[in-house]
């Protein structure tokens, strides 16, 4: 049985950083596409960013529009975990934090797995 266990989330400044960690167990994890979603207080889920396999060692990221520049998704398979840099966090980056493995292109992703608990970031202004 698949497992998404997501950590690293807080609360922090406006203008501070934060790494987000996703272990995944049960799934060959080398090529797996895998993304980072989040929600907030009364919205519905978004995406985030997506960490595609193009080959070899090389994998392809995307992000939404209202993180790009500011965070960053990248994966170590060794210890089967994908993160999330966040940086320059904004109080509209407020939201519980997901990972999942994806499909979808462009700005275009959802999750295929059962989401786990997720890990609760919140900014102050």
């Known amino acids: 049985q698949v497992q998404l266990v997501e950590s690293g989330g807080g609360l922090v400044q406006a203008g501070g950083s934060l790494r987000l960690s996703c272990t995944v167990s049960?799934?060959?994890?080398?090529?797996?596409?895998m993304g980072w979603f989040r929600q907030a207080p009364g919205k519905g889920r978004e995406f985030v960013a997506a960490?595609?396999?193009?080959?070899?060692?090389?994998?392809?990221?995307y992000y939404a529009d209202s993180v790009k520049g500011r965070f960053t998704i990248s994966r170590d398979n060794a210890k089967n975990t994908v993160y999330l840099q966040l940086n320059s966090l904004k109080p509209d980056d407020t939201a519980v934090y997901y990972c999942?493995?994806?499909?979808?292109?462009?700005?275009?992703?959802?999750?295929?797995?059962?989401w786990g608990q997720g890990t609760q970031v919140t900014v102050s202004s």
């Open positions: 960490l595609t396999w193009r080959g070899g060692s090389t994998y392809d990221s």
């Open positions: 049960g799934r060959t994890f080398r090529t797996s596409p």
């Open positions: 999942n493995t994806v499909q979808g292109s462009g700005n275009s992703w959802y999750g295929i797995l059962d």
